[in-house]
């Protein structure tokens, strides 16, 4: 079946820093997904991607479609404490599964 | 407003006990889903209704029944559940089905609920 190798799987930062991750594929897929999750809720989504080469911003993030269409990255500029959490992604191909990546934890010393 | 809400937000119930995980979408999307989520991990695929209709079960156990009684409600009804079934239930929704036309599945978006945290004694 379809994997996604998520990395890193947590990060420890100081606040202030910049913060990238990133999904690798085995399989294309057309649409790239990046949720947040806080303990106790459910995943919130932060990015959306449609098209390889794709670039989008929102706010501090910007995450990006890779043109190989097996791989996505998101960044995080000047981290805040509410930047805590485990950040997903998600990877759709031709059917309505999404795939998941294993998640990256990330947390923020004030 | 792309919000899904989901009913009870904790559920604690016995191996016997029969119980409803509700879920209830007004942004008129096609498809809804059921996913299970245990700690640390990511969400798993459980249940997809398109256009009211089961599309995919994820070979889940019979004790789980889901039920879609319309475009805008999603249920999944507990029954003999198991201690190993505790965990996050999520629901989620989209716009398109997939059985709307595959090539315009593309760009489809998942929203997802709060999520419902399910625990059996």
């Known amino acids: 079946g379809q994997q996604l190798n998520q990395s890193p799987q947590s990060m420890f930062i100081q606040e202030g820093e910049d913060v990238s991750m990133n999904c690798t594929s085995s399989?294309?897929?057309?649409?790239w997904l990046w949720y947040k999750q806080d303990p106790g809720e459910g995943p919130v989504l932060l990015i959306a991607l449609y098209k390889a080469g794709e670039l989008t911003s929102n706010g501090r993030l910007t995450a990006q479609f890779g043109i190989t269409r097996k791989d996505s990255f998101l960044n995080i500029s000047a981290s805040i404490p509410s930047d805590v959490g485990i950040y997903f992604c998600?990877?759709?191909?031709?059917?309505?599964?999404?795939?998941f990546g294993q998640g990256t934890r990330l947390t923020i010393n004030p | 407003d792309t919000e899904v809400t989901q009913t009870p937000k904790h559920l604690v119930m016995g191996m016997t006990n029969k119980k409803s995980l509700k879920c209830e979408q007004h942004m008129g999307h096609r498809a809804m889903y059921w996913y299970k989520q245990k700690a640390k991990k990511p969400p798993e695929l459980m249940f997809v209704y398109s256009y009211e209709k089961l599309s995919i079960n994820e070979s889940v156990p019979s004790r789980f029944s889901p039920e879609c009684p319309n475009s805008s409600l999603l249920n999944l009804h507990l029954h003999a559940l198991q201690p190993e079934d505790s965990a996050l239930y999520l629901c989620?929704?989209?716009?398109?089905?997939?059985?709307?036309?595959?090539?315009?599945?593309?760009?489809?978006?998942?929203?997802f609920g709060e999520g419902s945290w399910l625990t059996v004694v």
């Open positions: 399989s294309i897929f057309n649409t």
């Open positions: 998600a990877g759709q191909g031709g059917a309505q599964k999404l795939v």
């Open positions: 989620a929704s989209s716009q398109r089905s997939y059985f709307d036309r595959p090539a315009a599945f593309s760009g489809n978006t998942i929203y």
